[in-house]
């Protein structure tokens, strides 16, 4: 097993008090798996990708685990964490297209960044150059500065930087966002391919495009108001999803050949809850088409199938 989290509860500090933006995250990747990590704007995606390789000042270390290939990463403490970066776990960063410093050359940040993490840039250059081929770049795009660069671009470049020391675990956070449709397919089957020529381990993609992760996951994990949903492969998320939520989500995505001024788009009523003060029981309750009066409790997140698992009283079984 590549990455196992437990119990994982990382707040956000404000004045008005905590934020519960991930409370109590259970879910394992394994090895060579590809995790898609999905839902609504707010549920806390990029807080648990964010919680696994850095908590900036705003975020609280609550309780959990977070063990990869072995060993526990102590998440808490960022002084601890930077034997583990880049190395054991490294990010594509949200907005990485504005992720490199403006004012270096390519290649002269990378060699910084290299020697900072104490690796020889000289030795690596040779592995450097070969994965720029591999992405479709001209060589000289280290010769460069950022801005000389188009979107695509820097994002390719960005995920050369992000893999160099071949991560077990690789953290894609909305990396084809503000990409045009034939730059995300690249970039999508670029992640797939550093994952099967063995640059990374493990992967987790982080997006609210299911489209994406359609093309690249190998399972997809839907979040909530900070809690998790569903897990499952992708082909039941998309085809045989279980929970009201996912199941929603699924339905409100736009369908190949179907003309949209005939047929109206679904949506999910209502607005998700505020994690200040989260409700009791199931976050999801009052959006729910299904919601009872065992929702009340929270529901566990458990297995109903082979590797397939809901936290949902009604899809568990215990409706009444």
């Keep these: 097993m590549s990455l196992q989290v437990t119990d994982l509860r990382v707040y956000y500090r404000t004045l008005a008090g905590d934020v519960k933006a991930l409370d109590g995250a259970t879910f394992s990747i394994a090895d060579k798996e590809i995790m898609g990590l999905a839902g609504e704007s707010g549920c806390g995606k990029s807080t648990l990708g964010n919680s696994l390789i850095r908590l900036d000042g705003r975020m609280k270390y609550i309780g959990g685990s977070v063990n990869l290939d072995g060993a526990e990463l102590p998440i808490w403490d960022n002084a601890g964490m930077n034997e583990f970066r880049f190395r054991d776990v490294s990010v594509i960063p949200q907005y990485a297209m504005s992720a490199m410093n403006p004012t270096r050359k390519i290649g002269k940040m990378t060699e910084e ?34 801005i000389e660069l188009s979107g695509g671009m820097k994002q390719r470049m960005v995920m050369v930087i992000s893999t160099l020391l071949d991560p077990s675990l690789l953290i894609a956070d909305e990396v084809t966002s503000a990409l045009d449709v034939s730059t995300q397919r690249a970039v999508a089957e670029t992640l797939v391919s550093f994952r099967d020529r063995g640059f990374v381990k493990s992967m987790m993609v982080i997006t609210h495009d299911i489209s994406i992760l359609y093309q690249t996951a190998d399972t997809i994990l839907i979040m909530y108001a900070g809690k998790l949903a569903e897990k499952a492969a992708t082909k039941t998320i998309i085809d045989g999803c ?20 005939n047929k109206k788009l679904k949506g999910i009523p209502g607005s998700p809850p505020s994690l200040l003060k989260p409700p009791t029981g199931c976050r999801f309750r009052d959006r729910c088409p299904l919601a ?12 109903i199938a082979t590797d397939h698992s809901v936290a949902c009283w009604k899809v568990t079984g215990t409706d009444a």
Excluded: N
């Design 292 to 303: 009872f009066d065992k929702c009340v409790e929270e529901p566990p997140f458990v297995e």
């Design 113 to 146: 960044l290299l020697e900072s993490r104490g690796e020889s840039y000289r030795q690596i250059r040779p592995e450097l150059l070969r994965r720029v081929d591999l992405v479709g770049l001209d060589r000289d795009v280290l010769k460069r500065y950022p």
């Design 242 to 261: 279980r929970h009201p939520y996912t199941k929603l989500l699924i339905s409100s995505l736009p369908e190949v050949g179907i003309r949209y001024a």
